[in-house]
């Protein structure tokens, strides 16, 4: 696999910008089978190496997984307030549920539950995602799930960029580039105007 | 038309991190003609009162003009990460350009213009977006477009929101609520699980 072309700038954007928690935020749009857009903010969870798949974590209770399933494509918008600069990374999803046949995903699957917080692995014991409230307060502080098993309901998703988009908004004029594969997926990137 | 009853925790959220710039951004999700997610981060400006329509700007010679007219969806996430909640507002998109037949609406295109900041206003005299570069810096600085005369590509954007999910990061339990209409386009609002 050529290296991408793309890593680069965003290894520096996520240096620069790390004494902001939330810019390991980003926001993930995929359609639903009716055709709309979704969007909603999830958390970089690194990537999958020594391939250029971004980590997400989801619920398999979460509507995006049904959209997903239908139709694999999504596109990242990925802000940095600090240096002031955006990545548009557009792609396909990989769910990695808990019946993912493949032994390398689910060991990855694994050890990415293993790497959460506590707090965030207890969400996943919570109630139903979206339903009426549940007012029993005690059912979001269920017993602390296993650190070596996921729970069912946990899944990992892989997001493999096809072209990628980078506008620095800094800078008079301000720069922009975008990256994207030839016919052999080696990266190239080309300079465009913002 | 009855009060939104998103409008006053958004007004809040909008007021408790007004300190940062970057809490006037969002990120729009649309629909290509091919049925894929893309996704841009923008700037809020502003209601078209007294609706509850959301105003955006935009560049006829921007993909998202062809999106929007094939499929006229959008969803917008706004993360505030002063607050740690998120809006996700799905909804309709109007693109009122230079034909647009509306009196009121070219008024406020207009008045929107005028409100621009002159670097804002000049990037409407750049050269095409995404197009290869344009080497020659010049271009870059073209003669400040009439403040009272939106140059022929500008376009306002509003986005007219059906459904709004609104989740509360901080707390513990998390607290989320869905903003929904009946079918006398009455809103009401119900607290959900997170």
């Known amino acids: 696999m050529s ?4 890593r680069s700038p965003l290894s520096a954007a996520l240096h ?6 939330e810019s390991r935020y980003f926001q993930l749009a995929t359609v639903t089978p009716e055709g709309r857009p979704q969007n909603r903010t999830v958390v970089f969870r690194g990537f ?3 391939t ?4 997400i974590i989801t619920d398999d209770r979460s509507e995006k997984i049904a959209q997903i399933e239908h139709h694999p494509w999504g596109e990242i918008c990925w802000y940095f307030t600090q240096t002031r600069e955006q990545f548009r990374l557009s792609g396909k999803l990989t769910i990695v ?5 493949d032994a390398t995903l689910q060991q990855e699957r694994q050890q990415t539950w293993q790497s959460l917080s506590d707090a965030a692995r207890l ?3 919570w109630p139903h995602p979206a339903q009426p409230r549940t007012e029993e307060k005690e ?3 269920p017993p602390p799930p296993d650190v070596n098993k996921p729970l ?3 899944c990992l998703l892989l997001f493999n960029p096809e072209t990628v988009d980078h506008l620095e908004l800094r800078g008079n004029p301000q720069n922009r580039w975008q990256h994207r594969q030839d016919e052999s997926k080696t990266w190239f990137v080309e300079a465009v105007n913002p």
Do not use: H
């Not at 290296?3 to 793309?6: G, Q, R, S």
């Not at 250029?52 to 980590?55: F, T, V, Y």
């Not at 549920?97 to 046949?101: C, E, K, R, W």
């Open 97 to 101: 549920d808990q019946n993912y046949p």
């Open 123 to 125: 969400q996943f014991a």
């Open 52 to 55: 250029n798949q971004l980590k």
């Open 48 to 50: 999958s190496e020594p």
């Open 139 to 141: 059912v979001f502080s």
């Open 16 to 21: 620069r910008n790390r004494a902001q928690p």
């Open 3 to 6: 290296p991408a072309t793309w």
């Open 152 to 154: 069912p309901n946990f």
